[in-house]
């Protein structure tokens, strides 16, 4: 049978996935705490294999002498630099405070260093957007 | 503390952390997951054989 008008009308106004308040907590605690986003998700596995994996890949980048970027670098590939670095989210406020990741480049893996550290922060970007999705229901 | 890695040894830690966050977030069920992960493993270090061998061919 075809849909009345207030029908479609209910529902075009419901969203598929409504925004409930977990699925903006998360997202900003998995964005702060690797893996937390998943693990308040009761999503245990998943949320410790994404947490060890994104402390790892950070704290192997500041162990090859990466670089930390700060917020004015100046240079468009340090602000970018910067945005890949900020994904970390605590892990990144305390290496800025601690002063880590600011020693001179002093052999050439401190490059890879450099990329482990932006990569870990991409990396929990993607991880914070899956919390999100989980808490929608778009994913179980 | 510093530590120095060899190149493949920093392609193979960065290859294996990325494939765990990549099968854990593209993928739904568990097993869809790990297939996943270890897809994306093969392919970061295989991608690594392939570049090494293409720079021995360009070096010769």
Known sequence: MAKTSTEKAATASTPEYPLTKMA??????????????????????RGILLMVSVVAMFLIGLGMNGRVYGPNGGD???????????GSGAL????????????????????????????AGLLNFIAAADAHHIALGKKP | MTFTLSHFSAAVLFALFASVVFGITQRNTT???????????????????????VMWLLRR
């Not at chain 1, 340090?78 to 890949?84: A, H, I, K, P, S």
């Open chain 1, 24 to 45: 903006i907590i998360a997202p900003i605690v998995g964005w702060l705490i690797p893996g937390a986003g998943h693990i308040i998700q009761k999503r245990y596995v």
């Open chain 1, 76 to 86: 468009i590939l340090e602000m970018l630099g910067f945005v890949g670095d900020l």
């Open chain 2, 31 to 53: 097993m869809e997951q790990i297939r996943y992960g270890l897809y994306c493993f093969a392919l970061f270090v295989g991608g690594v054989f392939a570049a090494g061998w």
């Open chain 1, 92 to 119: 990144y406020f305390l290496a800025r405070i601690m002063g880590w990741g600011q020693a001179a480049a002093a052999h050439a893996t401190a490059d890879y260093g450099k990329t482990f550290v932006i990569v």
